[in-house]
């Protein structure tokens, strides 16, 4: 859900997992390379593969892994830091949100908790 909250971008509730709001990228994500079994690796390729063949732009983003950003069979591999730095022009985004989950997650026992410590507004 967070994809939401970057200018021009969505997530989708069926077809792929996100993507730009005009259309013109289709993007999948992962937590890591391993938690796809060959076959849904394969049909999870073929979908974006043919996403780049009606002419957008077609991600598989891995999130919890170092990969290079590569171009396999017309879908781009990037990895969670890239892409998050991609969308925020943050070079340090993706560590920031980890520091942040940690705060909260050993800060919050409780959903609500979690909720108004969102709601306070930040001191600088």
């Known amino acids: 859900q967070m994809i ?3 200018p021009g971008w969505t997530t989708y509730k069926t077809g792929f997992d996100f993507g730009t709001i005009k259309g013109d990228c289709i993007g999948e994500m992962k937590n890591n390379i391993h938690t796809m079994n060959s ?9 974006l593969s043919a996403q ?4 957008k732009r077609a ?12 171009i396999i069979d017309r879908v781009e591999w990037i990895n969670g830091t890239d892409f998050y730095t991609e ?3 943050r070079k340090t985004f993706m560590n920031d949100l980890k520091l942040t989950l ?3 997650f050993g800060t919050c026992k409780t ?9 306070t507004p930040l001191s600088v």
Do not use: A
């Not at 919890?64 to 590569?70: L, M, P, Q």
């Open 111 to 119: 959903y609500d908790e979690v909720v108004n410590l969102l709601k």
């Open 102 to 104: 940690k705060y909260i």
């Open 59 to 70: 991600l598989l983003v891995i999130i919890n892994t170092n990969i290079e950003h590569v």
């Open 52 to 55: 780049h063949r009606m002419g």
């Open 87 to 89: 969308l925020s022009g």
């Open 4 to 6: 939401n909250n970057f």
């Open 39 to 47: 076959s849904s690796k394969e049909t999870v390729l073929r979908k």
